[in-house]
């Protein structure tokens, strides 16, 4: 099945630090979403990405959609502590917002 | 307008027996997904519901199984209980029309295989 390589595992960030972390698959998606999971809740959608190559910026968070369409990026700029959490990278094949193929999550920690 | 809520938030069992969680999903959203996340892993799609029928599955066996009833919430059996079950088990909501990533994560079941 589809399998998704998110990387780096986790992170230790001085606040106000930039940070990057990215995910490759094995398969193309047609769609790459980007959420944050706080300890106690769910996956919460930060960026939507819907075309090869589309750059996307929320606040101060900036994803891309690789041109491969078997990777994307997510760039965090000028950490503050509230960026502590897991993000997930997910890939969609169809436009079925339910399935979606989840990686193993980068922790981020942010040191004030 | 609500969210997507879970319950019960933990719940303790043992090998070989049956559980059933429950999903409320968001106003107006009428297609419930189910989760599972693992610990230090991230969520594994089980299956969808949409208008009380079964819309795609994940690599999950047949002991896992659903329902959604008319107000569109929704339940997750699991029968025969295995020690790689324990897991926290999420249900998100959408809507088959707007935008298609309009999902909502419940914040999930906690479940304890012994």
């Known amino acids: 099945g589809q399998q998704l390589n998110q990387s780096p595992q986790s992170m230790f960030i001085q606040e106000g630090e930039d940070v990057s972390m990215n995910c490759t698959s094995s398969s193309i998606f047609n769609t790459w979403l980007w959420y944050k999971q706080d300890p106690g809740e769910g996956p919460v959608l930060l960026i939507a990405l819907y075309k090869a190559g589309e750059l996307t910026s929320n606040g101060r968070l900036t994803a891309q959609f690789g041109i491969t369409r078997k990777d994307s990026f997510l760039n965090i700029s000028a950490s503050i502590p509230s960026d502590v959490g897991i993000y997930f990278c997910a890939g969609r094949f169809n436009t079925n917002a339910g399935k979606s193929t989840f990686g193993d999550g980068t922790t981020l920690t942010v040191k004030p | 307008e609500t969210g997507v809520t879970q319950s019960p938030t933990h719940l303790i069992k043992t090998r070989g027996q049956q559980v059933t969680l429950r999903c409320s999903s968001q106003?107006?959203?009428?297609?419930v997904s189910w989760y599972q996340q693992a610990l230090g892993q991230g969520p594994q799609f089980i299956f969808q519901?949409?208008?009380?029928?079964?819309?795609g599955r994940g690599n999950f066996p047949p002991r896992f199984s659903g329902l959604q009833f008319p107000n569109y919430s929704s339940e997750l059996n699991v029968n025969a209980l295995e020690l790689d079950d324990s897991a926290l088990y999420l249900c998100?909501?959408?809507?088959?029309?707007?935008?298609?990533?309009?999902?909502?994560f419940g914040p999930g079941t906690r479940l304890t295989v012994l």
């Open positions: 998100a909501s959408s809507r088959t029309s707007g935008r298609p990533d309009t999902q909502y």
């Open positions: 519901y949409y208008r009380e029928e079964e819309n």
């Open positions: 106003s107006g959203h009428n297609t």
